[in-house]
Structure formats: structure tokens, C-alpha cells
């Protein structure tokens, strides 16, 4: 292909650095969870270029488990988050330290 | 000419084709039709002082938009403000950019296809711009710092996603039956059997049903009734951001019949005739157009017929009644079509 | 320049820089949408992969559900403030930010390293071929991953169910 695969790949890759920076940085929980959402994005995009390198179809379907199980990770994620804010008015994760010693 | 240069060319003047039609043609007369059409539902004569029989109200209300005074509220965030009518425009624009409004027509000795962009994935497209256009619904009710806006905003975006999922699945139960995800091939299954009304007569009416809730038409309108929410998600919007609005729920309305008619009534077909050549095209997009006009004329005229429903009733129609009836229907028809078995 | 490499560039630096948006955006609704355009640049790359069955289902579930989730928990709970209190851990984020960069390089190397595919699909001059993917991707789904199939759809329902108890109010 005239976009030789190196670069999507380095695309990918960007993104999931971009994503872990945004994990590790922030300390709101709401965007803790979109970073997460990032890299596994950024991961799509690499099965992606993996898979029109080595013309195997069985990347697709690995993305599309992925997507599945993002989205149901998201919902349960999400309900946690709305129980937690219940019961600690906060959605910080500083501010979420009951357990610590 | 190069293959490619034709193609680009040729989609140049389909793109060309299908905007004027729709934007400069079909847009301000709609506004026309739904007020006439009211007034003679209502039986009142409706705008008739602005031009012979108010054919210039259009042009009126464009003016009106331009020249009012652009109101935004304190306090607002100005860049969502601003796009949110952005957004939820430009999904009801580019949703034709897959739908065959005609046969095709033999221009220096290569067919051109009436199909802007003839995609592998013809209705997930299309499902991807709905899917995108909420976000033009609950922004506009985020971004106006107004409690009856939030409210209206989020329940318009629940009520579009909810309805999203059965009209997603009746209209895949065309695509069983004719094998490919194209609409293109749709119409050509149309062509050769009968029009998708007749056998899929269940998926026919969830998903003319759920085009109306999609389009925020009456009876599902609760989000932007005035008596409700004052006017929903739109109440902080004045002048031209109006202006898209109102523009993009006619915009829906005209992609919403155009789906209905390419998938249901036959797209630019007609029973016992075969389009040829350059005349047969032309004819062609001069029948789907019609079919649309009087799609939309049903859209006005229940429109002004039946009251709204409460928001409880709606989205219990949507989930409890509807999603089952489009699921079932799926699952009727592909049994069918594996029964068949492979062509 | 050929058009796909300009096609490229416009798509991965849209991904790229609104992902970086979202990053330094300081309100949660702000960004979302600058992830929904980054999944839109990440949808064009798919398209570009041959792979537009997975770039319309990505639009539709991430971007046109999840994302709209995200919002619909971000209004109703109102959770937009920015964060009122100072970095009680200001040196974490420097360790976390050096540790993530050099861990993003020794990956882009890595990566970049192996870009040299094995064995080079029969491609006709870099042109996106027209090949039909979503029958292949329907038989893999029904004959080799058909397992899988059933177990994920066995976790979205464990998932619906279980984020509608989650969030139920409770009746004291």
C-alpha cells in the first residue's frame, strides 16, 4: 500500500501513549475511564493493521469482541460510578481513600 | 477520461443534483406544504399573503432567520452552543449520500449508478449518523444553562437512541432478504420480487413508526412541545442557530422518507416498468422524488391528526412493543431465508 | 503527495491532536466530544485498513452509545465542575507522565521495528481492495468463534443486568 503499515502503526501506538498519559494524569474518574476508552481504540486500530499486513479477516472479529466487551465494560463502569457519587458526593479518586490505612 | 476522474466527476454532479433538489427545491417548499396542509386540515386557509397562494412564505421565514438579533444566554459554553445545530445538521445532509434516487443513466457510453456513494455498508452508514446526530440533540440541551433545555435535550437524545434499535432492525431484515448491505441492492431485490411492504408488512410499519419518533415528529414531539418544556432543547436559540434547526427536522423528515420509500415502497421502481437509457433514468429520480413528496405528506398530515404522547408512554412503546416486534421479524425473515437456502 | 497519504495524515492528525485535547481539557463533557472526534479520525484509519464493517460498528457503538452514556451520566449527575483542589501527589504525575513516555518509546520503537510485514498481501497498488469482508467476518463469527460469540453475548446481559442493580436507588 502506498501508506506503508509503519505508519499506522506508529498512529496507533501515539494514541495509546496519549490514552496511558490521560490514566495516569488525571483525577477524575470520569476521565480516567475515557483514557482507558483510548487505548483500547488505539489497540483496535493496531489488531487492524496486524491483520491487512498478514490479510487474516480473524482481526476484525478480535476488534469486534473488543468493541462488545468495552461497551459492557462501560455500562457496569458507569453504574459504579453513579453508585460511588451516591454515597460520596465525589468523583475524585484522591478523595476516594476510605480504605487507606 | 481515467476511471477515477469520471468517478469523481460524476459524483460531483450527483452531489450537485441531489442538493438542489432537496436543498433549494424541496426545503422551503416543505415548510410551505406543512403550513397549507395544516391550515387545510384545520380547515383555515393557512399563509397566503406572501405570494400567489403564500408560496413566498419561505422566503419570508429564511428572512426573518437571518435578520433577527442572535440571542445567547450568559453563562453558556459558546463553542458547544454554537455547534450543536452543526451537528445535528449535517448527519440529515449526508444521509443521502447513500440512498439510489435513481436507476442509472448511459453518459459518454459508461453507466453512471444514481448512487452518490455505493458503499459495502450502506445502512450501518446511515445508522452511524443517527447514532451521531444525538449528540447535536443533547448538546443543544447542555449548552443553553436552562433546566426545562437539559431536560428536553436528554430526553429527545434517549428517545432517538431508543427508537434507533428498532428501526436498526427492521431495516436489516430488508437487507436479509436481499443478501447485501447496499440499499442499491435492496431496490433491485424490490425490482425483481415485490415491494418490501407486502412480505415484511411488520417491519414495515415499526420502522415507519420509528422514523417518525427518530425525526421528533408528532405524535413523538414531547421533547420540543411548547406546552411541555417550553420548547425543549431549542428554547435559547434565536436568529440563525433556529434557523439550522428547524432546517435539520425538515432535513431528517426528507432523509427519513427517502429511507422509507428506498427500503418499503420500492426506491425509484415501478411494477411493471423497466427503466432504460437516459429518459428511463431521468424518469427514475422523477418516481423516487414523488414517492418521498408523498411520504412527507403523510408525515404532515399525521402530524396534524393525532395528539403526542407522554414521554413514559414513548419509551415504553419503543422498548416493550417495538423493539420485540423488530426482532421477531428478523428473526422470521432470516428463517425464511435459510430455509431457502443459498441462491 | 498521493491522496491516500494526504487522507492519512488529515485523519491521524485529527485522532492525534484531539486525543491530545482530550487529555488537557479540564471539563468532563468537553472531553468526550474531543474523544468522539479522535474516534472519528480512528474510523477513517479503519476505512483505510480495508476494515469498513469495523469502521461503522465503531462509530455506532463507541462513539453513537458509549460516548452518549458518558454524557447522559456526565448531565444527569452534573459532574462537570473542574477539579477544586490542588495535586495532593504533584511528583506521582511527573513519575507517571516520564514513565508513560519512555514506555511510548521503547513501544514505537518496538512496533516500528516489526512494521515489516512477513508476507505482503496481494494488494493492486496500494488501492483499498474491494473485497467483501463482512461475509468472512460473519463465518468466522459463526463457525471459529462461535464460543466467543455466545460468551460475550452472555457479558452484555450480565452487564445490563448488572448496572441496572448497581445503580438502583436504595429502598431504605
Known amino acids: 500500500m502506498s501508506v506503508s503499515p509503519a505508519a499506522f502503526l506508529a498512529a496507533g501506538t501515539v494514541l495509546f501513549v496519549i490514552g496511558l498519559v490521560g490514566a495516569l494524569l488525571k483525577r477524575n474518574a470520569l476521565s480516567i475511564f475515557l483514557s482507558i476508552e483510548l487505548m483500547m481504540n488505539a489497540v483496535n486500530l493496531l489488531f487492524l493493521t496486524y491483520g491487512r499486513m498478514r490479510g487474516d479477516p480473524s482481526s476484525h472479529v478480535i476488534v469486534f469482541f473488543v468493541i462488545a466487551i468495552a461497551a459492557a465494560e462501560a455500562a457496569v463502569g458507569l453504574a459504579v460510578f453513579v453508585a460511588l457519587f451516591r454515597s460520596r458526593q465525589t468523583i475524585e479518586v484522591d478523595r476516594i481513600n476510605l480504605l487507606k490505612w | ?343 | 503527495m498521493t491522496p491516500e497519504l494526504l487522507l492519512f495524515a488529515l485523519a491521524a492528525g485529527l485522532a492525534i491532536v484531539f486525543a491530545l485535547a482530550m487529555v488537557v481539557e479540564k471539563t468532563p463533557v468537553r472531553s468526550v466530544l474531543s474523544l468522539v472526534v479522535t474516534f472519528f479520525g480512528i474510523t477513517v484509519l479503519a476505512v483505510m485498513l480495508a476494515a469498513p464493517f469495523i469502521a461503522a460498528i465503531i462509530m455506532i457503538v463507541y462513539a453513537g452509545a458509549i460516548l452518549v452514556l458518558f454524557l447522559f451520566v456526565i448531565m444527569l449527575l452534573n459532574l462537570n465542575e473542574e477539579a477544586r483542589e490542588k495535586d495532593s501527589r504533584p511528583v506521582q504525575r511527573v513519575l507517571g507522565l516520564v514513565s508513560a513516555l519512555a514506555l511510548g518509546g521503547l513501544l514505537l520503537g518496538l512496533t516500528l521495528r516489526a512494521g515489516k510485514p512477513p508476507v505482503e498481501p496481494s494488494t493492486a497498488g496500494g488501492r483499498i481492495p474491494a473485497v467483501d469482508e463482512i461475509p468472512l467476518v460473519g463465518r468466522l463469527l459463526f463457525s471459529d468463534y462461535l464460543f466467543a460469540f455466545e460468551a460475550v453475548a452472555v457479558l452484555l446481559l450480565a452487564a445490563a443486568v448488572g448496572a441496572l442493580i448497581l445503580s438502583r436507588r436504595r429502598m431504605d
Request: charged residues 10%; hydrophobic residues 55%.
Open chain 2, 1 to 343: 477520461m481515467s476511471p477515477a476522474a469520471f468517478f469523481l466527476l460524476a459524483a460531483v454532479a450527483k452531489i450537485a443534483v441531489v442538493w438542489a433538489v432537496m436543498l433549494a427545491a424541496l426545503l422551503p417548499n416543505l415548510v410551505w406544504m406543512e403550513r397549507r396542509g395544516a391550515g387545510l386540515i384545520q380547515d383555515r386557509p393557512g399563509p397566503n399573503r406572501v405570494g400567489p397562494l403564500g408560496l413566498f412564505q419561505a422566503v419570508a421565514d429564511v428572512l426573518k432567520m437571518f435578520l433577527k438579533e442572535d440571542v445567547t444566554p450568559l453563562y453558556v459554553d459558546k463553542l458547544l452552543h454554537t455547534v450543536a445545530p452543526a451537528i445535528l445538521l449535517v448527519p440529515a445532509l449526508t444521509t443521502f449520500a447513500v440512498i439510489p434516487f435513481g436507476s442509472s443513466i448511459p453518459v459518454f457510453g459508461r453507466e453512471v449508478k444514481l448512487v452518490i456513494a455505493d458503499v459495502n455498508i450502506g445502512i450501518l452508514y446511515v445508522l452511524a449518523l443517527t447514532s451521531v446526530g444525538v449528540y447535536g440533540l443533547v448538546l443543544a440541551g447542555w449548552a443553553s444553562n436552562n433546566k426545562y433545555s437539559l431536560l428536553g435535550g436528554l430526553r429527545s437524545g434517549a428517545q432517538v437512541i431508543s427508537y434507533e434499535l428498532s428501526m436498526g432492525l427492521a431495516a436489516i431484515a430488508t437487507f436479509v432478504t436481499a443478501g447485501s448491505l447496499k440499499p442499491s441492492a435492496v431496490v433491485e431485490w424490490q425490482v425483481q420480487t415485490v415491494w418490501n411492504c407486502i412480505p415484511q408488512a411488520v417491519g414495515f410499519v415499526v420502522f415507519v413508526v420509528a422514523a417518525f419518533a427518530e425525526t421528533n415528529r408528532v405524535p413523538f414531539d414531547l421533547p420540543e412541545a411548547e406546552a411541555e418544556l417550553v420548547a425543549g432543547y431549542h428554547t435559547e436559540y434565536s436568529a440563525f442557530k433556529f434557523g439550522m434547526f428547524f432546517m435539520s427536522e425538515y432535513a431528517n423528515m426528507i432523509a427519513a422518507s427517502a429511507m422509507i420509500v428506498t427500503l418499503y415502497l420500492g426506491g425509484w421502481s415501478l411494477p411493471f416498468v423497466t427503466f432504460t437509457g437516459l429518459w428511463g433514468g431521468l424518469l427514475s429520480i422523477a418516481v423516487f422524488w414523488a414517492k418521498t413528496l408523498a411520504v412527507i405528506c403523510v408525515f404532515i398530515w399525521v402530524r396534524w391528526t393525532l395528539p403526542r404522547f407522554r414521554y413514559d408512554q414513548l419509551m415504553n412503546l419503543g422498548w416493550k412493543v417495538l423493539l420485540p416486534l423488530s426482532v421477531a421479524n428478523l428473526l422470521v425473515v432470516a428463517w425464511i431465508v435459510a430455509m431457502k437456502g443459498p441462491a
